[in-house]
């Protein structure tokens, strides 16, 4: 079993930054960032293998947000920058307790483990 602890997001002006974390209780081999506006399908934001250090981004997310670990802390972060107001909703962590295959990191239902949740809301 993995537990998953995001920090809290917060309300961020357009353009602005913000690091999100997340600790697992568990060991995973695999973890990753989605985020999920209202009334919209959850969206998968970044991936990061544990062994080899291989990041993958969506479309969305390339050149503005980065994935990061540190595996003696059993953490994981998402730095985001130039947050958007598109970029408001709710950003879960997840984790697969396996490693992933490329094609397979963009898949929620790859994932056994979420986190609760943080709002990231971004707006003047």
């Known amino acids: 079993q993995v537990q998953l602890v995001e920090s809290s997001g917060g309300l961020v002006q357009p353009g602005g930054s913000l690091t999100l974390s997340c600790v697992a209780s568990?060991?995973?081999?695999?973890m990753a960032w989605f985020r999920q506006a209202p009334g919209k399908e959850r969206e998968w934001v970044a991936t990061i293998r544990r062994g080899d250090n291989k990041k993958v981004y969506a479309d969305s997310s390339k050149g503005r947000f980065t994935i990061s670990k540190d595996n003696v802390k059993n953490t994981v972060y998402l730095q985001m920058n130039n947050l958007q107001p598109e970029d408001t909703a709710v950003y879960l962590c997840?984790?697969?307790?396996?490693?992933?295959?490329?094609?397979?990191?963009?898949?929620?239902?790859?994932?056994?483990?979420w986190g609760q949740g943080t709002q990231v809301t971004v707006s003047s």
């Open positions: 997840a984790a697969a307790s396996g490693n992933l295959i490329l094609s397979s990191m963009s898949r929620k239902e790859q994932y056994g483990y």
């Open positions: 568990g060991r995973a081999s695999t």
